[in-house]
């Protein structure tokens, strides 16, 4: 069998690079390894963030659909705008205790539960919930949702003419006196910094603020467990094909090339996925 040829696809072409020896190709596939199962760990991380910019990205095609339509916000509009942000944060809540439930999970059943990276994972949720107000009020109004149903907030669309260009406003906050009447197991962390909050305050930077604190406590987690290790297979991979860092693109691939019939060439390709190597980036913008 004709030994494995690093190959650079280019559209329909597939140009050969090198022939890849077998201490090559080991390096190659447990580099791999190590970047698929980072990347299996991280896609919990990925399904919070994708809901939350598929929810900026789907309210602002609404926005700019209601203003080219010219419509009035009537309340049968307006039912519509506030079924589809329950949607969404609920889709958000959702996502983020999937996300700590199942790397909780994961950290027990990978080193035990009373492994120092478990007593680890635990201190740095804890601290995301003690420190600031995103993380543990997402917490607490995640409970609120399936105690007392959807929070309560006030949402409009502030239109600002000014000759031909219309400026648009968003307005989404968070009802305090609601939420504090609504429910009354916020807890003693929760309560005070929610009472401390203005009476109505930004869903969307308390939103913004939530998906950034998940990810600090994925990078610092990470930094200290396994995050050199998936560095180090990133690298060596960087290295082989002779990219620097900050290379993330599908080109390159493992080849095996087999004879066929009418002496035709067949391919057989195993790719490099490079293109993981931007969530890697992405943890290490939080350390």
């Excluded at 309560?191 to 930004?202: G, H, N, R």
């Excluded at 990470?222 to 860092?245: C, G, W």
Aim: glycine residues 4%.
């Amino acid at each position: 069998m004709e030994l494995p040829i690093l190959v650079k696809v280019d559209g329909d072409n597939v140009n050969k690079l090198k022939v890849i020896s077998e201490v090559e190709l080991t390096i190659i596939t447990e580099a791999k390894s190590e970047i698929f199962t980072f990347n299996r760990e991280y896609q919990l991380l990925d399904y919070v963030n994708e809901n939350y910019n598929a929810f900026l990205r789907e309210l602002n095609k609404m926005v700019n659909d209601f203003n080219s339509g010219e419509q009035v916000l009537s309340p049968f509009v307006y039912d519509e705008f506030i079924r589809f942000i329950n949607r969404s944060i609920l889709n958000l809540l959702t996502s983020m205790r999937t996300m700590t439930d199942h790397l909780e999970a994961k950290v027990k059943r990978s080193y035990g539960k009373n492994s120092d990276e478990c007593k680890l994972l635990k201190k740095h949720l804890s601290n995301a919930f003690d420190t600031g107000f995103s993380y543990c009020f997402a917490s607490k109004l995640r409970n609120f949702v399936q105690h007392s149903g959807m929070p309560p907030f006030r949402f409009d669309i502030d239109n600002r003419f000014d000759s031909e260009d219309i400026t648009c406003k968003v307005l989404l906050e968070f009802d305090r006196d609601e939420l504090l009447s609504g429910y009354d197991s916020w807890g003693g962390i929760v309560k005070p910094k929610l009472e401390a909050q203005e009476e109505y305050f930004c869903a969307f930077t308390i939103i913004d603020s939530l998906v950034k604190k998940l990810f600090k406590v994925y990078a610092c987690f990470m930094q200290e467990t396994t995050l050199q290790k998936v560095q180090n297979s990133r690298d060596r991979i960087l290295n082989y094909i002779n990219e620097p860092k900050g290379y993330a693109s599908n080109d390159y691939a493992i080849g095996y090339f087999k004879p066929g019939e009418d002496k035709r060439l067949s391919i057989e390709l195993s790719w490099i996925p490079a293109s993981l190597f931007a969530k890697i980036e992405s943890i290490e913008m939080y350390l």
